[in-house]
Each structure stands twice: as structure tokens, then as C-alpha cells.
């Protein structure tokens, strides 16, 4: 036996132990996430109790250093807990854009102080984190960002609106893109962590045509923000913000895969009787579980150092076109029981799919940056 | 999914850098297509293969060869893709080594294989789209062996075999796959007529016809009546192979395509500087990725016995012939007038992608299979 059958052998014990029955059932909804937070509420017992065991160990994340609150696992170790955690269907213990996307910037950017401080915060979902990049007249073009932060000597001054800020309403912290020069338009970036309590904050969510309002407008009027939190250096802040977007991407390009428990294949689900939509699901199909081919792929690439850079531009583009292919082919399988708004998830998830090839860089902005950094193409 | 070792990388160098030098259009496939080749490839070639133990690469250690697996065999098949490079390969040191692989016939054909001076043909086609199940061709007992009637086409180097696998039914009816019994043609069998023919791409296919061709029963390939099992061994292993040859022929349109946006200028700017093209060419990139990866998911699959093997192969033969349809036709397109002449390379991958594309069946069939597989 090696070591590393060993380690699973450990795990499955230590899962089917500690891992409550509830927490084995399939997500609903988005809403079946547990978020953590200063101002969550846990669902169940059951959601709480996950949360702790797995906190403990630090396997909220596996592969983080355990100095920061992280399991201290190797890349195949992490892989061997994903693998025993999909075959009881454990849901993830907490979702976090402090996971996904603030932990890997800090580890790579932050301050030793910095990294202790927060990072712990974050796996043990402690801090509900937002992220504050778009602004009104900045979307595609992020690095136009206005949003302002003056030195004041012992804090900076930030004045200005976020907008797309997803669940800003309910976050505790914001990481945020803000200027701090207009002698250039990306070397005048900063990068700032501050708390939604601070005086001058607010938040008003916004409706979308899905029904939901998981995005806010974030108003900043005159918030003072203590020197000491910037990530990396003063009008260096794009590079932690591009680095970051990289993560984001990935995350997003998951999406492609399924979400929630749901299978990747729609024909199994839909069990089309129609020839012509059966052949059109089965086209969808082939491409879907050639995706899931490749995000194995890539994910194996990433790890190793083996992709380019640029390549979670890629697996952003197709994973989040391939997510709206499903959403309108599940609405065309279910006919007018899809149409249906009130208990109908179906409509609500193929609206809200929309928003998948425009947040975090639209497709065409995607696809842009493989033409210029991939494909090195001329003139970009 | 695992990445490739160290001695798969070595492999692959190995092979992009030989069929780069000597696989090349101008080398081969212009040469055998202006000189009017019956074979339409080079023998030599083949040889040179043989010298590098790539026709062997199928082949179990325990008959002399490398032992590898369909992983391999991929990185290979990629690199003919690329170049065009009219070879054997496919059919016989890959889908025949599988149909022979542990049978009687192994000890016969596995040494002219490993020297390079055997080639192999499938002959499983009785009607222009692929359907295995369908095998109609008649093989009936007579004395201690066969006699064989019928007709066969799409029979790829059919006319420069050294020995036809040929399926045929010994019980059932056409659709069942019980019943099917693979035999070994000899190409002097007599009642047989090989029309050899030249197809789109200047690949050579055949037509069979087999006139009461009468066979001994140890030309039996396996099990009588249990010839799906070598079959689909077979035909899993080409499917495979042709979809990292499919991820080949697209990723090399696409490389001279791009080559092109780089240099042609028209309203006083590189093409390649407009967006219209820049995001085509990038979709394209993305889709030639994904292809590649189903193609190794499919081999891996292989190499590993995976329960879910079939379906793998099915997945990533759809997706390359797809993905491979688009990366000749953007291609095509985007080179504009000169796109559309012989001197041009262009227009010979989309001639190969559409030979490529239907054998072993098409885009269409491997859809199918993969509802079917799932159940629906």
C-alpha cells in the first residue's frame, strides 16, 4: 500500500465519520451553499457542524499552507479528498470568493502579516468577502476604472461606485480596485482591503431578469481605509488584480461542467423523445463531456506549470457558452413546464446563465486575450 | 487526467521531428499524388517507421514490439495528422495490431509488421456509411473451412494489403453482433477482385468482391460467430487513432491559417489585425484544444480498460471531426482566393479531414453511440 492509498483509506474513514448525512444530499439551489460570514445563518445543525469538521482540519482548503489555516495536502492528496468527497456527494463545506479568488492572490502577493492575518479568516469562513472590479463606466474596459483613493498619510481616501459587486449586501469585506495615479491607466491601480462597516459604504442590490439580485451597486463616500491594507505595491495593483481575475476565470469556467450535483450530460436528465432534439442534445452532449476532458486536462496543466497563462481566458470562453447551451436545450426539453416562474427553477437558472459570457470578462474580451497573448496575433 | 511522462514527451519529439522532416507534403503526399503512385504512400517511409519501433509501438513486448498503448499511438497519429503523411499506420500497426492482438494470427503477421513490410486493411464497410452491426458479407461452412461471398468497399489501402481482416457473418442476421466472425484474406486468395480506387484526399480505398473465396478454417481471426470482440477492439482503437489524426489535420490548417493572418496585408493592415478574424481564429484554437484533450481522455481510457472506454472514444472521434471540419473550412475561407487553388496546402486538409472524418464512422454515428451509451 502506499502512502497515498493510505491517505485515502484515512480520509473515506475520516468522511464517513464527520461528513452529516444531509450534507450528502445534492444542492438545490445556489441558496444550499453555505457562505459562512459574520452575519450567517446556518441553514441546519447539520451545515454548521460540516463546516467546523472540515475547518479544523483545514480541508475548507486542502491545498493552502497549514501556517494559513489550509490542510498542508499535496496536489495529489488534495485530488484523493476531492475524489472521496464525490463519491459520498458531499456538498463543499463553504463556498467563498475569499477561496476562489482573494486566498491565491494574497498567498502570491500579501505580506507574511497579511497572509496570517486573513487567510485563516477566510478557511475558516470567518469573513464573507466581495469583490469590487467593475464600475459604471469600466466593465470590459476594467482598467478605466475611476474610483478614487487618495493618501491622507495614515489612510487612504476612497470615493467613488463599484458596480456587479456580487453580494456586496451580505459580504463583511470587499477586496477593491482603486486609483491612486492618473499618470497611467493600469500603473495607477491599487489594490485595498477594507471592511463593508466602514463609515461610507453602501450597498443596493440589483435586480436582474432571473429574479434574483445577487449583484449590488457599492457607493464609497468618503471612506478611510488604514494604510497598511494594500496587496502589493502602491499603482501595482493590476497585477494582482489580473492574477486574481485568472482564478475568477477558472472558477467561472466550471460552470461549463454543471453545477450543483447535476450531471454533465443532458440527455440522461432530459431523456429526449423528439429525433431532432435528441440529436441536437446528443451533438451538446459529445461537447460536454469533451469539456469535461479537457478541464481534467487543464486542471493537470495548471498544476504542473504546464499551461499558458492566458489559458483560463480559454477555459472561461467555452466553459460559460457551453453553460448557456445547456440552459436553452433544458428549456426546449421541458416544453412548457420550463416556462413556469414561480417554484421554476429551470427558467430562472437558464436567465441567470446569461450573465456567465459577460461577468468576470465578457466572451469577446476572452476571446481577445487568446488572440493577442495565445495566438500572438498582430496589432492587439 | 494524467500528463504525459517523460518517456511519452521523448516519443513524441521523436515523431514530430521525423514526420516534420520526412512526412512533409512536398515529400510525400505532392510526390505520390504527381508521380501517380498505386499506393498512394511510401513504402520507405514505412520502413523508416519500422527502423524507429513506431509499427510496433501495439505490439506486446512478448512479439518484439514496444508494448505501448493507445496513448502512444496518439502522439504519433497527431503528428501524420499535422503533416498529411500518407501511411499504414492507422490501419495496420494500430486497428489491425488490435484485431490480431492476442490470436493465432499475431505469430504470423506481427514480425512483417515490426520490419515494415507488412500492411493490413480492414475490410468491415458494406454500404457508404459506417455500421459494423450490418455485416452481411456471407461466410459459410464448407468441408473443414469457409466459403466467402460478397462485397466489401471503403477498404482504406485495400489494393496494397499483404492481408485483408475482413468481417463476415457465419449466423444471425445483418444488426446482430453475435454471429460475426472475422477472417484473414490473403491478397492472392483466389475469388477475390480488390478495385483498388483513389479517394478525395489521394488516399487509396478498395472495393472488394469476394466470389466464393474459400478459406481454411484457422484464417478464423478468434472465435467463430465472436468476432465483435476483436472487431470492436479494433474499431475502438482506429476511432480513437483517427481522432488524434483529426486533432492533427486541424491543428495544422490552423497553424498555416494564422501563419497567414500574420502576413497577408489587405487595406494597408495585416488581416490577422482584424477582430472579425482574430476572435474565429481564437474560437478555433479553444475548440482544437478541447478536441485534443477528448482525443487523450479517449486513449488514456483505453490504456486503462476504463468501464466508460466506448464512450470516451465515441466523445472525442465526434469531436475531433468536428472540430477538424471547422479548423479546414475557417481555413479555407480565411486564405480567401488562394485557398481554392492545388498549389496552396490548404485545401488538402480539407480533403483529408473528410476522409478522416467518415472513417470509422462520422460525426453523426459517434453522436449517436454516445445517446445510445447514455441511455437515451
Not at chain 1, 500579501?110 to 469562513?125: D, F, N, P, V
Not at chain 1, 456587479?164 to 477593491?176: Q, R
Not at chain 2, 478541447?290 to 488514456?300: E, V, Y
Not at chain 2, 471547422?326 to 481554392?340: A, D, F, K
Amino acid at each position: 500500500m502506499t502512502d497515498l492509498d493510505g491517505f485515502r483509506s484515512e480520509t473515506r474513514a475520516w468522511l464517513e465519520a464527520n461528513c452529516p448525512a444531509e450534507m450528502r444530499e445534492p444542492m438545490r439551489s445556489e441558496a444550499d451553499a453555505c457562505w459562512g460570514g459574520r452575519n450567517w445563518t446556518f441553514q441546519s445543525d447539520a451545515q454548521r457542524q460540516w463546516l467546523e469538521a472540515m475547518a479544523e482540519r483545514g480541508w475548507t482548503v486542502p491545498d493552502w499552507p497549514k501556517d494559513y489555516g489550509g490542510g498542508g495536502l499535496s496536489a495529489a492528496e488534495a485530488r484523493v479528498l476531492k475524489e472521496e468527497m464525490q463519491r459520498i456527494g458531499a456538498r463543499p463545506p463553504l463556498t467563498s470568493f475569499g477561496i476562489s479568488m482573494l486566498g491565491p492572490a494574497l498567498l502570491k502577493f500579501g505580506t507574511e502579516e497579511q497572509k496570517k492575518h486573513y487567510l485563516g479568516q477566510i478557511a475558516r469562513g470567518e469573513i464573507r468577502w466581495c469583490q469590487g472590479y467593475s464600475e459604471p463606466g469600466a466593465g470590459s474596459d476594467l482598467a478605466g476604472l475611476q474610483t478614487k483613493a487618495e493618501d491622507k498619510g495614515d489612510h487612504w481616501l476612497v470615493n467613488g461606485q463599484k458596480v456587479w459587486t456580487s453580494y456586496a449586501d451580505k459580504a463583511d469585506w470587499i477586496f477593491c480596485l482603486v486609483r491612486t495615479s492618473t499618470d497611467s491607466k493600469q500603473g495607477g491601480i491599487s489594490f485595498l482591503l477594507f471592511d463593508m462597516e466602514t463609515p461610507g459604504v453602501s450597498t443596493k442590490p440589483i435586480l436582474l431578469i432571473s429574479g434574483s439580485s445577487p449583484f449590488c451597486e457599492t457607493f464609497f463616500d468618503d471612506v478611510k481605509v488604514p494604510k497598511e491594507q494594500i496587496v502589493g505595491e502602491v499603482n501595482k495593483g493590476w497585477d494582482v488584480a489580473k492574477y486574481l481575475l485568472g482564478h475568477e476565470r477558472e472558477m467561472i469556467a466550471g460552470m461549463g461542467l454543471g453545477t450543483g450535483g447535476s450531471s454533465v450530460t443532458l440527455g440522461p436528465i432530459t431523456k429526449p423523445a423528439d429525433p431532432l432534439l435528441r440529436a441536437e442534445i446528443a451533438a451538446f452532449d459529445v461537447d460536454a463531456l469533451a469539456f469535461a476532458a479537457m478541464s481534467e486536462r487543464f486542471a493537470a496543466m495548471w498544476k504542473a506549470g504546464e499551461a499558458h497563462p492566458a489559458s483560463p481566458s480559454m477555459m472561461k470562453y467555452a466553459g460559460t457558452e457551453l453553460n448557456k447551451r445547456r440552459n436553452e436545450l433544458m428549456m426546449a426539453a421541458g416544453g412548457s413546464d420550463a416556462l413556469e416562474w414561480e417554484n421554476g427553477s429551470t427558467p430562472r437558472s437558464w436567465l441567470r446563465s446569461k450573465g456567465n459570457s459577460i461577468e468576470g470578462g465578457t466572451s469577446e474580451i476572452q476571446l481577445n486575450i487568446v488572440a493577442k497573448h495565445i495566438l500572438r496575433l498582430p496589432g492587439t | 487526467m494524467s500528463l504525459l511522462t517523460d518517456d511519452q514527451k521523448m516519443l513524441q519529439e521523436t515523431a514530430a521531428s521525423f514526420l516534420a522532416e520526412e512526412g512533409s507534403i512536398a515529400k510525400q503526399l505532392r510526390h505520390w499524388r504527381e508521380i501517380g503512385c498505386k499506393d498512394g504512400f511510401g513504402h520507405g517511409l514505412w520502413k523508416q517507421f519500422a527502423e524507429l519501433g513506431m509499427t510496433g509501438i501495439c505490439i506486446p513486448e512478448s512479439h518484439g514490439g514496444l508494448g505501448l498503448g493507445a496513448t502512444e499511438a496518439t502522439l504519433v497519429l497527431e503528428e501524420i495528422g499535422r503533416n498529411l503523411t500518407p501511411s499504414p499506420f492507422l490501419t495496420t500497426a494500430v486497428a489491425g495490431v488490435r484485431a490480431l492482438e492476442g490470436t493465432a494470427h499475431a505469430d504470423r503477421w506481427f514480425p512483417g509488421i515490426l520490419s515494415g513490410e507488412v500492411v493490413l486493411a480492414l475490410a468491415i464497410e458494406e454500404g457508404p456509411r459506417h455500421s459494423p452491426e450490418h455485416t452481411a458479407l456471407e461466410a459459410k461452412r464448407q468441408g473443414n473451412g469457409f466459403v466467402l461471398n460478397g462485397k466489401k468497399q471503403f477498404v482504406v489501402q485495400g489494393g496494397s494489403a499483404d492481408m485483408i481482416v475482413a468481417a463476415a457473418r457465419t449466423s444471425g442476421s445483418p444488426g446482430d453482433r453475435e454471429g460475426i466472425t472475422l477472417f484473414a484474406v490473403p491478397k492472392e486468395a483466389s475469388g477475390l477482385t480488390v478495385d483498388s480506387q483513389a479517394l478525395v484526399d489521394s488516399s487509396k480505398a478498395a472495393r472488394l468482391k469476394l466470389a466464393n473465396v474459400e478459406l481454411d478454417a484457422d484464417a478464423v481471426i478468434g472465435e467463430i460467430d465472436g468476432g465483435w470482440q476483436p472487431l470492436s477492439r479494433a474499431l475502438a482503437a482506429g476511432s480513437a487513432g483517427a481522432a488524434a489524426e483529426l486533432v492533427g489535420v486541424a491543428s495544422g490548417a490552423s497553424a498555416i491559417t494564422l501563419d497567414y493572418l500574420r502576413q497577408r496585408k489587405q487595406f494597408g493592415k495585416l488581416i490577422g489585425e482584424f477582430q472579425a478574424l482574430q476572435h474565429r481564429a481564437a474560437h478555433l484554437y479553444s475548440e482544437i484544444e478541447i478536441a485534443r484533450a477528448a482525443a487523450f481522455k479517449a486513449a488514456q481510457s483505453l490504456d486503462t480498460n476504463d468501464e466508460s472506454a466506448e464512450l470516451h472514444v465515441s466523445v472525442a472521434k465526434a469531436k475531433a471531426a468536428d472540430v477538424a471540419n471547422l479548423s479546414v473550412r475557417e481555413g479555407v475561407q480565411m486564405h480567401g482566393g488562394i485557398g481554392m487553388t492545388d498549389e496552396h496546402d490548404i485545401g488538402l486538409f480539407m480533403k483529408r479531414e473528410a476522409v478522416l472524418g467518415e472513417l470509422f464512422g462520422d460525426v453523426y454515428f459517434h453522436r449517436n453511440r454516445v445517446a445510445e451509451l447514455s441511455g437515451y
